[in-house]
T-cell receptor, first 114, second 114 residues
Framework: GDSVTQMEGPVTLSEEAFLTINCTYT??????LFWYVQYPGEGLQLLLK?????DKGSNKGFEATYRKETTSFHLEKGSVQVSDSAVYFC?????????????FGKGTRLSVIA | DGGITQSPKYLFRKEGQNVTLSCEQN?????MYWYRQDPGQGLRLIYY???????QKGDIAEGYSVSREKKESFPLTVTSAQKNPTAFYLC?????????????FGAGSRLTVL
């Protein structure tokens, strides 16, 4: 079945450091890919998405590029801030398998220290 | 403002008791979902509903029940058959049942079994 694998956390960075959170996927069809973020004590909210190969999603300084050849959707940010401390989830929807609910990775906790 | 309201935010249950978690949305979304979140395990789908009076089991439906009598409401009952119910529960919705649609999440309900 479809699956998403994220790098395990926690990830601890100093403010203004470069961030990469790796995400790879397995899907039988043509997935849409998403990054969601969960701030402490809250539900998840969409950070960015990409719906086809080579698309780049971006938001709030975060970017991720849909790489079909490596089945990856790594999240990057050039300079993190303390306010970016949260749990980040990679997710996919495999449209080729019909309408199915999103499949989530296990999440990666990011802590940014001043 | 439109959104999803989950209640209660915190709930304590004695073993052997059923409890019901409320989820209400005023977004006019057709599809609604319940996820369970445990540390290190990401989000796991419990039940989802594409339209009123219809719902499907997710990956971990055992010990849970739902109803969808109104478009805006999708309550989750955690029954005494659920052996390890302590977790954070998240309700979500999408405009239509399509994996490409973005999920809107509630703030969550934390259930603790005493």
């Amino acid at each position: 079945g479809d699956s998403v694998t994220q790098m395990e956390g926690p990830v601890t960075l100093s403010e203004e450091a470069f961030l990469t959170i790796n995400c790879t996927y397995t899907a039988t069809g043509y997935p849409s890919l998403f990054w969601y973020v969960q701030y402490p004590g809250e539900g998840l909210q969409l950070l960015l998405k990409a719906t086809k190969a080579d698309d780049k999603g971006s938001n709030k300084g975060f970017e991720a590029t849909y790489r079909k050849e490596t089945t990856s959707f790594h999240l990057e940010k050039g300079s993190v801030q303390v306010s970016d401390s949260a749990v980040y989830f990679c997710a996919l929807s495999d449209r080729g398998s019909g309408n199915t609910p999103l499949v989530f990775g296990k999440g990666t906790r990011l802590s940014v220290i001043a | 403002d439109g959104g999803i309201t989950q209640s209660p935010k915190y709930l304590f249950r004695k073993e052997g008791q059923n409890v019901t978690l409320s989820c209400e949305q005023n977004l006019n979304h057709d599809a609604m979902y319940w996820y369970r979140q445990d540390p290190g395990q990401g989000l796991r789908l419990i039940y989802y509903s594409q339209i009123v009076n219809d719902f499907q089991k997710g990956d971990i439906a055992e010990g849970y029940s739902v109803s969808r009598e109104k478009k805006e409401s999708f309550p989750l009952t955690v029954t005494s058959a659920q052996k390890n119910p302590t977790a954070f529960y998240l309700c979500a919705s999408t405009l239509a049942f399509s994996g490409a649609n973005v999920l809107t999440f509630g703030a969550g309900s934390r259930l603790t079994v005493l």
